[in-house]
Every structure is written in structure tokens, then in C-alpha cells.
T-cell receptor, first 114, second 115 residues
Framework: QQQVKQSPQSLIVQKGGISIINCAYE??????FPWYQQFPGKGPALLIA?????SEKKEGRFTISFNKSAKQFSLHIMDSQPGDSATYFC?????????????FGAGTRLFVKA | GAVVSQHPSWVICKSGTSVKIECRSL??????MFWYRQFPKQSLMLMAT?????????EQGVEKDKFLINHASLTLSTLTVTSAHPEDSSFYIC???????????FGPGTRLTVL
């Protein structure tokens, strides 16, 4: 019930294309859904996040779509660039009740071809 | 804002020695910090949750006597890997949570290699 399932494991996209990464969760107590970007040898960096009372959030080329009833959320990277090549992790967390904890997906390695 | 630093960025040590890794929140006070371990091409594995002024909460399967965590101030948490062995070689990442919010900000990580 604590799992966050992420797909695909790896993704190759042409420059200018749309990258789509999907995640699904089980625990309805989660109330915060961030996406992190990680480059090799670096720590994850918060990219964008959404709360379950919103169905979509857009920041620049990055958009999160959230489907509360299906317990799914996805990251869309528009106009993908070679510099976007990195590993992306979705995550789900719940607040103070029962302790704060973040559960991470397995990660998606994105490669954007020039 | 919300910058988290780690020191050292990499360390090589001999088997049997202890290594201390520091995690600092530079521009905010973090009542809660987290320590993760990441193997190559894998996700982050939470090791423990560190609360300022109290004992850390360890995840199942993490040896508390081997991975000592101290959170003595609102801006500093340390992880000490005691009697390190080659299988402890990994990428260790800390994060700090903004008070009363869900956002976590991660440090740059520490690459530990035990010979």
C-alpha cells in the first residue's frame, strides 16, 4: 500500500518531442506528489509538485496531470531538450499524521536525442 | 532559497574505519532531516528520519548501531558509518524538510567508497 509504481523504466525522445512519465499510487492518505530530476552523481532536485485538490499544474515546459480517482499522476515535458536527459523520480508523501514520509518511484531514465 | 549542503562530496576509506557525513540546511531551519542511500541506477532508499533533539527513526533493516545519526541543531545532521565495509560503498543523500510543509530539498550527495 506504500508503493509508488513508475513507468517507463527508460525513455528515448527526439529533441522537441514530448516526454511522458507515469506514476500510480495506492495509499489515499498521500497528499503531496513531487517530481524530482537527478543528474549523475548529484542529488535529486525538486522539479514540480502537485496536491490532490488540483488536476493539473504547469511550470514552463513541465506539466503534472493528476487523476485522483485513478490514483495516477504523470509528468509531461514539452519541447524536450538534450539538457533534460536525466533520471526522473516521482514521489508521494503524507503530512504530519503518523509521521512524514516520502515514497519514491523506481525512476525513469530519460534520454533526449539531439 | 532552501539549499542543503553535504560534506564531504566524496570519501574513500579503509575497511573497518568510521566515516562521518554532514548535512546542513543553509538558509532555513529544518526540524526534520532524512538520510537516503542510493545504489547505481536505483531509486532512493530511506535509511532514517532525523528529528532535531531526539533519536532518529530507522527504517526496517537499517542497523542503527552501524549508521549513527545525530541531529544536534536545526541546521545540522550527521551520519556516521561505523566500521565501514566494502558493501557500505554507496551514494548517501540527505534531505531537509521545510517546517510545516511537505517540500523536501536534497543535498548533493556523498559518494562513499570503502576499500
Amino acid at each position: 500500500q506504500q508503493q509508488v509504481k513508475q513507468s517507463p523504466q527508460s525513455l528515448i525522445v527526439q529533441k522537441g518531442g514530448i516526454s511522458i512519465i507515469n506514476c500510480a499510487y495506492e495509499n489515499t492518505a498521500f497528499d503531496y506528489f513531487p517530481w524530482y530530476q537527478q543528474f549523475p552523481g548529484k542529488g535529486p532536485a525538486l522539479l514540480i509538485a502537485i496536491r490532490p485538490d488540483v488536476s493539473e499544474k504547469k511550470e514552463g515546459r513541465f506539466t503534472i496531470s493528476f487523476n485522483k480517482s485513478a490514483k495516477q499522476f504523470s509528468l509531461h515535458i514539452m519541447d524536450s531538450q538534450p539538457g533534460d536527459s536525466a533520471t526522473y523520480f516521482c514521489a508521494a508523501s503524507k503530512g504530519n499524521t503518523g509521521g512524514f514520509k516520502t515514497i519514491f518511484g523506481a525512476g525513469t531514465r530519460l534520454f533526449v536525442k539531439a | 532559497g532552501a539549499v542543503v549542503s553535504q560534506h564531504p562530496s566524496w570519501v574513500i576509506c579503509k575497511s573497518g574505519t568510521s566515516v562521518k557525513i554532514e548535512c546542513r540546511s543553509l538558509d532555513f531551519q529544518a526540524t526534520t532531516m532524512f538520510w537516503y542511500r542510493q545504489f547505481p541506477k536505483q531509486s532512493l532508499m530511506l535509511m532514517a528520519t532525523s528529528n532535531e533533539g531526539s533519536k532518529a527513526t530507522y527504517e526496517q533493516g537499517v542497523e542503527k548501531d552501524k549508521f549513527l545519526i545525530n541531529h544536534a541543531s536545526l541546521t545540522l545532521s550527521t551520519l556516521t558509518v561505523t566500521s565501514a565495509h566494502p558493501e557500505d560503498s554507496s551514494f548517501y543523500i540527505c534531505s531537509a524538510r521545510l517546517p510545516s510543509r511537505n517540500e523536501q530539498f536534497f543535498g548533493p550527495g556523498t559518494r562513499l567508497t570503502v576499500l
